[in-house]
């Protein structure tokens, strides 16, 4: 296996036989990321129709033994649980509201990056309606700060966000890092995107470099979009940055892709070497889409070459089928960053999705929603009525002010939101 | 080597798996107390393995967790090599972090001071070797340790050294980032580091291992300074004063002033100085201390040298000098 | 005189001239006991290594005190006596064989001996004289200057031809030295070499002495050093030496002196960045989990 390619070095002074030695893609694997947080499609679905099923037990358990203020009696109530894809739109809504905080302080696209990752990964292991998002959001970009060496004190961090306190956001670390089973880096396509960038420029020499920066800032925008999907969990970091970059410039990956996985290897075998210059390929083609044609001659006149040299047919099919699997995977990967469950609900889901959450977590609410509701038939009887009224407009989450120092976070929480 | 447990995979639910996980480890001796955190040696029940817990003390901290806790688990956790202290586990209780690590007795500290030992160039050059793995290791991940010296490099039983403590580690910083040059003990600090450098590299944790390896060689620290200025002095009376001539730009540095100029050491002079030494061995001292880091070798130069390959070669950690319990 | 026997009333011995020793120490039975260890043990000259464990060893050694006490103390001369020589008749192809080794163990060490001190002895000469030379080249630089000075004064007076002569001199000289320097750095590390393959050469069971070399030979298996023990990406797969192009940090780097003192290389950031493209990117999950 390869991860004990390098736990396999054991004793100290090179008295046993050297391993093969050991590649790039050995090293990823001892990463946590790719121990612990990566999954098939189906191991991802998996954990979450679990979570989602505990959340619900959670939940129809608290409301099934609910103290009703009114009559001072235990009874059950009515709550709605959350679905799967409710759990994952609202934790969306959040993800894009921390980006949001992360630009207001400045912070560094790694900081955003982790927080968003952390958040994700918080929500791979308990439900939403057990930690409301808005908390575990603030709590996530604070410590992702923390981890990637921009650190802001708390005081500074709660001070920005309104009448946040220190202890509201603290006391959801340590669940975090629990939850995050004490991994806490995290690998973004960020800089790999960046190393495509510069690799782009030697195995493409004759493309301007003006042209390839352009590309590259457009590739950036789709990685942040990227970092919201479930990609982080299905493909490592450098697929990512290039599934990107094909959805911002197909032309411009795929003729890279060829010349770099497939030319290439074809010259390794025979020179040895690590990159190479084809002159004649990249006169063809310089930026006009006619070039394809132009290119596919080419390859198939390399074609023939190699099937002059016999055994390297095979290391040179070996190496097509690599590639073919590389673009498979990163047409698969592109699919995922524009999946239906990484989008963005509209403010109005978003709301209704809230209030579900709100009840969920404190069904005893629901006594003042009833309340309330009758209430809303005959106005301006008593004052918590005209406060209930004015709060059903603020909605994004439930308030009631009559409720303990928990629902004045709320509100303070959904004036923030709705500004 | 055992498989980690509750760290291979998210498991169930809090209570229930903190409990599992927590049983499986005792909590036996303390043996030492730092700032932030409580080591007892305990351990692994389910092997028998003996096993080192940091205790790491949360709630003192006003910004929640520490840096120093966050950093540890943050880099043991990807860094899995020979000759770096292996984090078995961690587990959560009462509020509090528990850090399971391998237990290591002694540290590099220990043995050069005791005197009773006599180390012979091969043991030198053993643990030189082992230092260099593991540094290379941390360096190919982009991970600067930043607070090298020999209390940090600890010993198994079996005589294999391990790099410990990441406590002050960080990632390789992009050119846009600042990082703080007030890092690594004073005596194993790097020129550049004095000067307030805020753009280093991984050449400062070379520095440290050449400091290390002169230690070694000498069985007293080489460059002790008092405080920070005299350390200056220290490190350039030792090894030249930096000029532009020698290191392009220095003057640049932020912390830079005119200290008095001394010259370099001659290479009779450093024989003189380090008796036992072969010309490699000179060799790889001296490219390990170069003043300018970008003159400074790499870990992969320095793996590289001819003093590894040149005899006496490296001792077998089995057979290397241990420091024996006086009692039980 | 010629051999006759023994003045005393009830000795019988025979004696002769040759028999007879100078006597070393005071004490007349430290004298006996010396004597007779010495001739006990040319016969009892088995050493450690002949033995299976350190037990048996000490068991051996033993019976030698004993029998050495007995012998100086005059107890049970007799039965001793036929002790060592019934030992001496069944062990005499041994014993021979032991005191070749012994005797080359010891031509092993005076030879050991010489090399390591004629060694010293080159390798303080060759030193010396790179210090030497070290010593003139500097003279030479210092002269070089000076007259680099005086250039600078005489340029304003175009009076060049002379001081470009004695540059060229300068140059030759400092040239030839520094030759000389090199070649014999070269020779203090060949001399080096060849001093550890000599040593090495000389194996020696020298009561337990640990040598380094030695130690080296003797872990088996002997398999080739490899520094990185295996644990080394060899194959990159990108382009270390092309000249990368970033405008943003170009700037940043250049335009700061700082970066350049700090050991801060743009390369390696370019490299780092290279390799993060690269590490993972034949990470197949959806077929490896």
Known sequence: MAASALNGVVEGTGNE???KGVTFDDLYRTSSQYRIWSFTKDELLAKRIETNKRGCQITLAKASK??????????SVDVETLTIEEELLLINFFARKAVGLANMFKMPSQVRGTAISFLKKFYLVNSVMEYHPKNIMLTCLFLAA?????FISINTFSKKINNTTPESILKYEYQIIKSLHFTLMVRHPFRSLYGFYLDLQDVMPRVDKNVIGKSYDKARGVVNEAIMSDAIFLFTPPQISLAAWRKADKELIDRYLKKKFLKERKSK?????????????????VSDSGSVTVKKEKENENDEKEAEDGDENDSEDEYRKNYQKLLEVIENCENTIIDKNSREPSID????????????????KTFKRKREDADAETPGDNSLSVNSAASKEHSSTAIDLSEATKDTEDEQESKRLKV | MTEVVSLSGPEQHDDESTLKVSSNYSKDTKVGEGTYAVVYVGVQKSSHRKIAIKEIKTGGFKDGLDMSAIREMKYLQELRHVNIIELIDIYSEHNGLNLILEYLPYDLEMLIKDKSIIFTPANIKSWMLMTLRGLHHCHRNFILHRDL???NLLLSPQGVLKIADFGLARSLGAPNEELTSNVVTRWYRAPELLFGSKHYTGAIDIWSVGVIFAELMLRTPYLPGANDMDQLIV???????????????VSKLPGYNKINIYPPPTRQELRNRFSAATESTLDLICSMLMLDPLKRCTTTEALLSKYFVESPRATDPKSLPKIVPKNK | MGPTKCPYPNCNKILRKNKFKKQIFDDLNIEKECDIRKKILEIYNKQESNFKNLNEYNKYLEEIETIIFNLSHDIDIEETTNLVKQYELMNKELINENNDKISKDYENFMKRQNLEKSFKQTRLKLQKEIEDEDAKLKKLKNLENLNNMYDEGITKNKNNNNNNNNKNVLNQMKESILKKTSARQKQLKELEQRQQERLSQLTSSFGGQQLDDINGKLQKPETPFTPFNGDRVLKLPYNEDNDYYDPIYFNLVEKNDEFRASGY?????????LSEAFIGLDCFICDEK
């Not at chain 1, 923390?146 to 921009?150: A, G």
């Not at chain 1, 690590?274 to 990249?282: M, Y």
């Not at chain 1, 709301?351 to 977590?361: A, D």
């Not at chain 3, 290389?265 to 960045?273: D, G, V, W, Y």
């Open chain 1, 17 to 19: 036989k050297p391993s």
């Open chain 1, 66 to 75: 609910v103290k009703n203020p009114h009559t001072l009696m235990f009874e």
């Open chain 1, 146 to 150: 923390k981890v990637e060496n921009y």
């Open chain 1, 269 to 285: 075998i025979k020179n040895g070497l690590v990159s190479i210059k084809e002159e004649k390929e990249d006169s063809a083609s």
């Open chain 1, 349 to 364: 889901e978003a709301k209704l999705i809230g209030k579900k959450v709100h009840f969920c977590i404190n069904p005893a």
């Open chain 2, 149 to 151: 010296k020999p209390n």
């Open chain 2, 235 to 249: 490190t350039f009376r030792a090894l030249g004063s930096p000029t532009e001539a020698n290191w392009t730009n």
């Open chain 3, 265 to 273: 290389n743009l390369k390696e950031f370019f490299k780092r960045s």
